[in-house]
């Protein structure tokens, strides 16, 4: 996995959102739209905001979550509401191209992970999958020691304990995230940085989830200085 590091959070999320932008028109031009899987957490949010005055071709980039909070469709915890009201309500973005992963509105988590799994197939190729990190080296919502951090042929999970609330969630497994060609992680704060440098050490996909994601074309782990502070 190789590792960019950017100064401080603001350069980590400006150069990402360069990055991103020049990713997504080159993707449209080579064939015709672009997907990405989003990813919720802080930083991951602090990007898409940085995305609203860029030049990007909206009306061809689809969208999906690599994972989400199994809460109802307004709750704030929501990785899909911050996402729209930090970025996808202010640009124009066909509403068809946004597809949210299911919301616990009236379904069960279970039937809410097949529906999603589904909505995964029929979306094809995913182009980049942006993941944040926890500090405990959590990636999307594969919690260290969690069944989907190892191959197992399902592509998304119902989660029912995440040590970190809302406790229910869907996520992506490790084997959806390395179906995509492009796997980029974007971590910020000295308190990740223990986890970053478990993750680059070879560390086992129960100990450290992030550590076991790949892209099949990329994989970037996209760094402030603080959370690249620890040695590797
Ligand atoms: O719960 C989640 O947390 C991670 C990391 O979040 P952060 O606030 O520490 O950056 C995020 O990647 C994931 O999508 C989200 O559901």
């Not at 980039?61 to 989400?68: A, I, L």
């Not at 509105?105 to 279970?110: H, I, K, P, W």
């Not at 992970?113 to 029929?122: F, I, P, S, V």
């Amino acid at each position: 996995m190789r590792a960019v590091v950017e100064g401080d959070r603001a350069a980590l999320v400006a150069a990402t959102a360069d990055r991103l932008e020049a990713l997504l028109g080159e993707r449209i031009a080579a064939r015709g739209r672009a997907t990405i899987a989003l990813t919720g957490g802080s930083v991951g949010i602090e990007l898409l905001a940085a995305l609203v005055d860029r030049r990007i071709d909206w009306e061809h980039v689809v969208v999906t979550w690599s994972d989400e909070r199994f809460v109802a469709a307004d709750s704030g915890d929501r990785n899909a509401r911050q996402a729209r009201e930090a970025l996808l309500d202010l640009v124009p973005i066909p509403a068809a191209n946004i597809r949210e992963l299911p919301a616990a509105d009236g379904t069960s988590l279970d039937d809410a992970a097949t529906a999603a799994t589904g909505l995964l197939e029929a979306l094809g190729p995913i182009d980049l999958t942006l993941l944040g990190m926890g500090p405990d080296a959590h990636v999307a919502s594969l919690f260290p020691g969690m069944p989907g951090v190892r191959e197992g042929g399902a592509r998304i999970i119902p989660v029912r304990d995440s040590p970190k609330p809302p406790p229910e969630r869907l996520s992506f497994t490790v084997e959806a995230i390395n179906a995509s060609e492009r796997v980029w992680l974007i971590v910020a704060g000295a308190d990740k940085a223990e986890a970053v440098a478990l993750a680059r050490s070879g560390a086992s996909p129960d100990e450290a989830p992030a550590g076991a994601v790949h892209g099949t074309l990329e994989t970037l782990m996209l760094l402030d200085a603080d959370a690249a502070s620890a040695p590797a």
